[in-house]
């Protein structure tokens, strides 16, 4: 159970263009998505945390007007980043928790941006 | 606020030997700690976690942690390693509900 899935797994994009990622939850509902971005032999930097039904709350430094993101229902969060550029390239994990009580997370398996 | 602290980057150990991976955290309350493994390219996958209770946690894959509040520390141990370990691992605090706050990883090697 606690399966979380990222579509796609890699993507390879031109500069100016769009990208949208895909998180789901398989088996359970999520009731709050989290979406981060890691660089190489880096830890995993929080971008922001959506919840079912209302807007994301992004971190401090990430540009909600180029990292969109909606949680339309309860198993579905897209992370779509626009007017992509080199330096958008990256791995991007998105995480899912099931209800209010639980702190844990389960882990999607990430997808790798590259942006030409 | 909160943060985590893995001291060591990379550790490299020889199969079958004993391993202790280092975790500190700075939180003012009661913490959630949990330890995940990354394989390249890979999510993450959880080990293991602390809530409450019994301060020795046991794990998949053989790993258990040891909650040390004196110590602010969560150290993740496994008796014989594996080649198969090889890997990222990231300990993590739970905070404000819902948040995890993930210490800067350390990248095990593992000698044949």
């Known amino acids: 159970g606690a399966v979380v899935s990222q579509h796609p797994s890699r993507v390879i994009c031109k500069s100016g263009t769009s990208v949208k990622i895909e998180c789901r939850s398989l088996?359970?509902?999520?009731?709050?998505m989290f979406w981060y971005r890691q660089f190489p032999k880096k830890s995993l930097m929080l971008m922001a945390t959506?919840?079912?039904?209302?807007?994301?709350?992004?971190e401090q430094g990430v540009e909600k007007d180029k990292f969109l993101i909606n949680h339309a229902s309860l198993t579905l969060s897209t992370l779509t980043v626009t007017s992509a550029h080199p330096e958008d390239s990256s791995f991007y994990i998105c995480?899912?928790?099931?209800?209010?009580?639980?702190?844990?997370?389960?882990f999607g398996p990430g997808t790798r941006l590259t942006v030409t | 606020a909160q943060s985590v602290t893995q001291p060591d980057i990379h550790i490299t150990v020889s199969e079958g030997a004993s391993l202790e991976l280092r975790c500190n955290y700075s939180y003012g309350a009661t913490p959630y700690l949990f330890w995940y493994v990354q394989s390249p390219g890979q999510g993450l996958q959880l080990l293991l976690k602390y809530f409450s209770g019994d301060t020795l946690v046991q794990g998949i894959k053989g790993f258990e942690a040891e909650f040390k509040r004196s110590q602010s520390s969560f150290n993740l141990r496994k008796p014989s390693v594996h080649w198969s370990d090889a890997a990222e691992y990231f300990c993590?605090?739970?905070?404000?509900?819902?948040?995890?706050?993930f210490g800067g990883g350390t990248r095990l090697m593992v000698k044949p």
């Open positions: 959506s919840n079912e039904g209302s807007k994301a709350t992004y």
């Open positions: 088996d359970f509902q999520a009731t709050t």
């Open positions: 993590a605090v739970g905070y404000a509900g819902n948040m995890l706050t």
């Open positions: 995480s899912a928790r099931a209800g209010q009580v639980s702190y844990e997370q389960y």
